[in-house]
């Protein structure tokens, strides 16, 4: 079974390395690692940093599942506010439920805010991991070379020394949780008003998600944030199958661009082919009974167009995959 490493990011890339090193010295050998971050310029650094570093300092043996690949809570700079709170809890509670069929999950909440640390927990609780933990560097001076407002002017055997300290610097402190999965049906159930066991309504009373016969804001947020999550199709078993034709060469690089951003980013995107592309605003339209169709226009060419298989089952599930393709290609379309 396949190790992941799955981490939260924020201005000091070490964390996830010096994570990677000591689980490995516990027995744990990661063979990839996705990052749950934001777009704030740092982090945005640290990230691209480990791009890099990752893939060539392990030779090949720990996959970073990259740029594309990477969970961005990508309209925010920071965890702070409803709207972000809930989309950050959406990503760790996919990405939790994608990788828990196939994958050893560990979990580190070392790096970034102190909310997505929270909120990361918090996922774990209901979708459940291998392990949770943090990681805290004894050598105070590394600890502080660390950053990547330093690493980043480094050259490249200055930064080994801080992204790779002793062994025997890095402490992992286990952190306990109580895995909610086999209750999830009930938990939501509960939230919406209909009838559940004692115990059940009992324990969204005591966290604060009911209250008084009545569903509480917070407990609003949660029942999105989980209904969004069990309404994708479900994660597709093996490897995604990708047919792609030949075409002149700027247009083969950016096909094969965004059919990798597909790959990393949709679990439920099970093959995928390139078709010809038409002009106009980017689009996703659904083909039921499990395909979506999907024109983006080129950033050197005129257009790319695709079709996606998916693993949907359902109508619903069918238009719930448009909807995250459609957030993921206006992020990536807003940026260029």
Known sequence: ????????????????????????????????????TTKDIYAQEALNLLA????????????????????LVDAFYDVDSDKAVTEFMQEACSVLRDYRRWAEVHVCIAGGRKAMSALLTLAVQFYGATSLFHIILQDPEIEEGGHITKLKNLPKEEQDRY????????????????????????????????EVR??????????????????????????????????????????????????????VAETCKWADLFVHRFSFVKRIEDIGWREGQPKV?????????????????????????????????LQRAAQEVERLLNRELHRL
């Open 1 to 36: 079974m396949k190790k992941i490493l799955l981490a939260t990011l924020g201005e000091s890339p070490a964390v996830v390395t010096e994570a990677i090193d000591r689980l490995k010295s516990d027995g744990v050998d990661i063979g990839a690692v996705t990052i749950l």
């Open 163 to 194: 992204l790779h300290p002793p062994i025997d610097q890095i402490k992992l402190v286990r952190l306990p949780f109580i895995g909610l999965f086999a209750m999830l049906g009930d938990i939501l159930r509960g939230l919406r008003g209909e």
């Open 285 to 317: 339209k659904p083909e039921p009974p499990d395909k979506l169709v999907v024109f983006v226009p080129g950033r050197r060419v005129s257009g790319v167009g695709f079709r996606l298989t998916t693993t949907a089952q359902t109508e619903g599930q």
């Open 52 to 71: 890099q570093h990752i893939p060539d300092y392990y030779q090949g043996r720990v996959e970073f599942q990259g740029v594309a690949g990477t969970r």
């Open 198 to 251: 004692g115990e059940v309504r009992e324990l969204l009373e005591q966290n604060g998600l009911w209250q008084g016969g009545n569903i509480t804001e917070l407990g609003r947020m949660v029942l999105q944030v989980l209904e969004n999550v069990e309404t994708l199709p479900e994660p597709r078993d093996g490897e995604c199958e990708i047919k792609l034709a030949e075409k002149e060469p700027k247009e």
